[in-house]
């Protein structure tokens, strides 16, 4: 049976809502779409699109109104994406659907409507109070990441035994790795044993502790970040831990940004979403690319069948 799948609208200035209705007839193959947007909401961005809204277009009416600006950063744009959102995981949690997908946020605008959440991840883990996971990639290669959004400045703060431990031990529960997963090291070579930092001391003493738990190899010693990536270490790795945003999602976006999709875990609704933003430059241009909106579907219904 076809899932029903709730889609978050995302920031009606960018681009989410044109891959939403490019590629309805496609997703509708494999699950049963509610979108979480009101119907005039729709109308002025299918006129503005140029692109009918399909008759079985199922709405979930999300509240609001305001005048759609593609490509302007606005508080009203980000305050109806994050109600969409909401609504979203209100269907989830209630069990209506099986399964939310995403439609990219702008930070920005959240900021600007004075959302205190950076991004979904944030808002999902105090919903559900549970440690979320952010995880990005596609079959070739997935990323984790232990810290994300966050200013650089604060990322070795965030550096805790306690912490780190469980956060390995919460992703191995929710992956069961086949291969060994690399994790890198924070500092430039790793620190060269304490030559340049020394939080690679801490992510020792979480690998050791956790692979001594799990009876088995899970984790890598922290590798080099500059060659964890290079192609004969990807040969020996699918799972990546990065320790911070841009260490794991700059190789992931150079090599697969097209393909590649966005999975929360460790919470207990299943979340996708595609792993590009609202892509302002392009919005309302009929230029998007929706292999990673396609791809996020295609996962969030095969975890509907786990
Ligand atoms: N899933 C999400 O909600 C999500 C993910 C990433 C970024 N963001 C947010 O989106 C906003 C804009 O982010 P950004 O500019 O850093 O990244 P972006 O992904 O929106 O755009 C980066 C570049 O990639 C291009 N691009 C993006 N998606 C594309 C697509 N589907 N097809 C073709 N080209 C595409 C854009 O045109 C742009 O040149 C920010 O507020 C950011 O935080 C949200
Ligand atoms: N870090 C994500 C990326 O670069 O694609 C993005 O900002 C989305 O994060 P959320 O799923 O938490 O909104």
Redesign the pocket.
Known sequence: MKPHVAISI??LN??GIE?ALRKHKKIKEWCKPIYCINKEMLSQASALLNLKIPTDFKLFATKGEFVIEPGI?DAKAGQYSFDSFNDAIKLTEDGITKAMV?????????SKAGIDF???TEVLRKHFKKDAIMMLGCSKMFVALYTEHMALKNVAKQFNLKQLTQFLLDFHKCIHPKSKVAVLGLNPHASDNGVLGNEEELIIQAVNQVNKKLKKEVFTQPMVPDTAFTKFNRKNHTYYIAMYHDQGLIPLKALY??QSI?VSLNLPVIRT??????????AYKK???????LNAIKEAVRLTHK
């Open positions: 995302g920031d960018g681009v891959l950063v995403t439609l990219p946020i702008n930070k920005e605008a959240w950076k991004g979904h940004f097209e966005n979403s595609v792993d590009h933003g609202t892509a302002f430059d392009i230029q998007a690319n929706a292999k990673s909106y």
